[in-house]
């Protein structure tokens, strides 16, 4: 009988790693607090870079350019750029996965996407007319998701089990915290001129190389990943839902959630105005107030379900919870026929999304198909259920708006809770979570 070749044993150790484990032990850097700080302020800086624009400036831009069609104009730019980033999100996900360079697969995306993005965003800034603004957008909005599809690929990548429902956590808030600096940004830099596009352009890249020059990565060589070609494109844009049902469910529960939410937020202000019959100024000032509240629901809930579903080792059943408080924060508005009722019900839907948000990125990252290969295209194709429903939503609103002769906000949002407690059902389909 031959003795067993000596370095069997670590050979099958290693077939046995997951990839959090491979990487801390290749290069020798675990997720600690630092690096978890880093990381999230690293995405706090990507989604401040394009959420401000996206939020106020976009529109401000536009509105100068085109002030008699500043309407149109802003729907053709937008909605040509949202195509965009639900594009790019897993195309360079499934780059980034495949990538050999000596930088690593994550890095040259996160830094590169962020750099590019901030130019096309000083091309916005300068721009003479609106099909250079919407050239720019659609740059801006390629880059930044380039960038975030390899970010976010980071949380399988790097993060164990145990600690990833607290780092979902935070991450869950990270776009409400980009939203509130942007905002105040834009107070600081003025509403005219480069400044309001450059300087949250400026921060993300400071953020984003900070983290970057802190990550250590260990390159792929080239006999480690399949050789690339033109079907690689469309092959990034799909998932097979019946092979990979479990990634399946939680996509369309995102969707049915997330679906609900873009129906408060795009009709937000017009149930103010119709609903309880206050002027457009007054309208602006208490969404301000609003969103801020809808705010503190989104970090509180999903910092703490994050953090607890770490220590009780489950995640859909917070996805079940959140998924019928935000159905409950839609019935309150439903029915409400004052401020307080529609400011009450907005801190119910909040809570509701934190705790959604906080859990859901822990979760699909244990259903995610091939996560050890091609984890930033899974992730980049699950951001597509963010996305989507920002289309979705303004096309179906209509319908439920007309019944019983027009505005009827009461169904509208009857029915964005409808959908909030569907996403709830689907999640329950999902067999590979706890």
Known sequence: MSAPAPNAAPVAAADTESSPERSARLTGQRVGGVFTALYILAIIGVWIALLTPASVTLSLRIAALDPEGKTSSLALVAGVGAIFAMVANPVFGHFSDRCTSRWGRRRPFVVVGTLVGGASLFVIGTAPSIPVVLVGWCLTQIAMNAAMAALIAILPDRVPEERRGTVSGLMGMTNQVATVSGTFLIATTGTQGLGMFIVPAAIGLVLVVVFALYLKEVPRGKGEVPPRTWLD???????????????????????????????????????????????????????????????????????????????????KVFIAVASVLFGIGMGVIAVSSTLTGFIAGIAVAGLGQGVYVGVDYALVVSVLPDSETEAAKGMGLFNIANALPQSVAPAIAPLFLAIGGGSNYAVLYVSAAGFALLGAVAVMFIKGAR
């Open 233 to 315: 494109i469309p092959r990034s844009l799909w998932i097979n839902p019946l092979r990979h049902r479990d990634f399946a469910w939680a996509f369309v529960s995102r969707f049915l959630v997330w679906t609900g939410k873009a129906l408060l937020l795009t009709y937000k202000t017009y149930f103010l105005m119709d609903h309880l019959g206050y002027s457009s100024d007054r309208a602006a000032s208490i969404l301000s107030w609003a969103m801020l509240v809808l705010a503190i629901g989104v970090v509180l809930g999903s910092n703490v379900s994050g953090w607890l579903s770490d220590r009780l080792q489950r995640r």
